[in-house]
């Protein structure tokens, strides 16, 4: 097994090597001024890729998970109405952290492969007259679907409704990637963690508070202590951390925030927008459809591709690994055994997404699944050969 070869999965992600230097670092003190200078940068760095002005970016040693704990404890109360749709194992994953925290939680069942619908979460929050419900929960990229969601919509009907609550979107596998707009569609807690957009390993949840939210910090009665955002504001205040910070990773957010602010959003996503478009192009080639119900929610980070019917899809992944020592992503929950996934997200190229497709024909046609070898690949071959990246480069 070679350990040279890029990772598929929709993370943790592909390392650069400037990153991987970034986190090695010699201990420094935490007390000293030295970690003001990464810290500072590095919640300064995450504000910009948030697009926003005022968000309070705060950085836990934790991963996306402690994220969602994040969020709901410092804004939430036991018996507190939260909103939110279930369409893929994250979503999934999220609601049960709320019923956990004895959350009055109001689901939307959606299709696996559907995004969340805008509409349905109006008619609720209208007719919530008495404001019971005090967030409305959404996840921005289901990373198990390969489904992306309308956030400004969900916002756009929660003005509509004139309700209150607070906007709180797992953006875990899209900041960083896809366009995230924290201020431009009235985001009021957005998640994320290291290992997906950033390109680190885990071990960071990322978390940014309006002021909205941050306010509700102090009627916020669950229970919380090492997710404490108050704790933190203390800490930062003295540029400092209310425990032992994970010092090289956070360097490591920092540098990584430079990179992307450096290549330019707009770029990444663009990049992130015509690799998984080569990959989309590869799935019908291979006459395989995506888990994406239609076109305007195929997310731009993964792919999730569905295998004809009675095909084990994690055969895929195991043979994958087992024979040519790379790694795709398998289905989770309802979707386990249908899809495989592609994960096209942070530090990629076209090269080395052609790899990755190539790789995929030789496993299938191993599995006895009928398919050309060379014809995902040669689709998506057109597609990068019809948009260069160097030539975008040059324009941007
Ligand atoms: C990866 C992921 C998470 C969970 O993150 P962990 O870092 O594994 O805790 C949550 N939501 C989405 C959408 C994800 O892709």
């Known amino acids: 097994m070679s350990f040279q070869n890029p990772v598929f999965i929709p993370g943790p992600t592909n390392i650069p090597e400037v990153l ?12 000293s001024p030295l970690f003001g200078s990464i810290l500072h ?27 969602w704990e994040t969020a709901i404890t410092n804004t939430l109360s036991p018996g507190d109405g939260v909103l939110v749709a279930r369409n893929g194992m994250f979503s999934h994953r999220w609601i049960d952290m709320c019923q956990r925290h004895d959350l009055d939680v109001q689901i939307v069942e959606v299709p696996w492969g559907s995004g969340i619908p805008a509409e349905r979460y109006g008619e609720i929050l209208k007719a919530d007259s008495a404001h019971r419900i005090k967030a409305v929960l959404a996840t921005h990229n289901e990373t ?11 916002r756009a009907a929660m003005d509509q ?5 607070l906007l709180m979107v797992d953006g875990v596998s899209s900041i960083g990637s896809m366009d995230f707009q924290f201020d431009g569609w009235g985001v009021d807690v957005a998640v994320t963690g290291s290992q997906k957009g950033f390109m680190l390993t885990a071990g960071l949840a990322i978390v940014g508070f309006s002021p909205k939210a941050h306010a509700m910090t102090a009627s916020a009665k669950l229970h919380r202590t090492f997710f404490d955002i108050r704790d933190m504001d203390k800490g930062y205040a003295n540029s400092a951390f209310p425990y032992t910070p994970p010092v090289g990773l956070m360097n490591g957010l920092k540098t990584a925030c430079d990179m992307l602010l450096a290549e330019g959003l707009d770029n990444v996503f663009a990049r992130h927008t015509r690799i998984a478009t080569g ?11 995506l888990c994406a119900a239609s076109s305007d929610v195929q997310s731009d980070t993964v792919s999730a591709i569905c295998t004809p019917d009675g095909f084990d899809a994690t055969k895929i992944v ?14 989770l929950g309802d979707v386990s055994g249908k899809v495989f996934r592609i994960g096209h997200l942070g530090s990629l190229t076209d090269v080395m997404t052609l790899s990755g497709l190539a790789t995929a024909e030789m496993v299938m046609a191993d599995l006895g699944l009928p398919i050309q070898l060379g014809s995902g690949v040669a689709a998506a071959q057109e597609h990068y050969r019809a948009t260069p990246a160097q030539a975008q480069k040059d324009a941007a």
């Open 41 to 67: 940068p590095a919640r300064d760095g995450v504000r910009q890729v948030l697009k926003s002005k005022n968000a309070e970016v705060y950085i836990f040693p934790s991963t996306g998970t402690g994220g």
């Open 20 to 31: 991987r230097k970034a986190c090695d670092m010699p201990t420094i003190d935490h007390r």
């Open 279 to 289: 990959v989309r192009a590869a799935a019908d080639a291979w006459g395989m459809p």
């Open 161 to 165: 409704a004139n309700h209150p609550a």
């Open 318 to 331: 195991t043979h994958a690994a087992d024979r040519y020592g790379v790694a795709f992503g398998v289905g």
């Open 144 to 154: 198990a679907t390969g489904v992306k969601s309308d956030i400004a919509a969900i």
